[in-house]
């Protein structure tokens, strides 16, 4: 098993931007992917981003394409997700997510291990 904590969420202004980090725990000696998701008040989870063991390749939804960017630090077990030029609309809570089967990756089934979310908001 794997567990994953979040961190680095926060309250920003539109344009700005943060880090989240996403640090794994237990069976992480194993090649594993990691995705990022979010969910916005009232709106299903939505993928954001994925990443494999090697960190090639990475995926990311249109929405955060060209602004996001996710990278990973495999001998410090980590994932991060930097975040510029924040929007009002990228408000949510994100959640990290792990798997040691590597599908599509942007989809919630994909995970077979969740973190407990950081929140994430962004004022106009």
């Known amino acids: 098993q794997v567990q994953l904590v979040e961190s680095g969420g926060g309250l920003v202004q539109a344009g700005d931007s943060l880090r989240l980090s996403c640090a794994a725990s237990?069976?992480?000696?194993?090649?594993?992917?990691v995705g990022w998701f979010r969910q916005a008040p009232g709106k299903e989870r939505e993928f954001v981003a994925a990443?494999?063991?090697?960190?090639?390749?990475?995926n990311y939804a249109d929405s955060v394409k060209d602004r996001f960017t996710i990278s990973r630090d495999n001998a410090e077990n980590t994932v991060y997700l930097q975040m510029n030029s924040l929007k009002p609309e990228d408000t949510a809570i994100y959640y990290c997510?792990?798997?040691?089967?590597?599908?599509?990756?942007?989809?919630?089934?994909?995970?077979?291990?969740w973190g407990q979310g950081t929140q994430v908001t962004v004022s106009s």
């Open positions: 997510a792990a798997t040691f089967v590597g599908s599509t990756l942007f989809r919630e089934y994909d995970y077979d291990y």
């Open positions: 990443i494999s063991w090697t960190g090639r390749p990475t």
């Open positions: 237990g069976r992480t000696s194993s090649s594993y992917f």
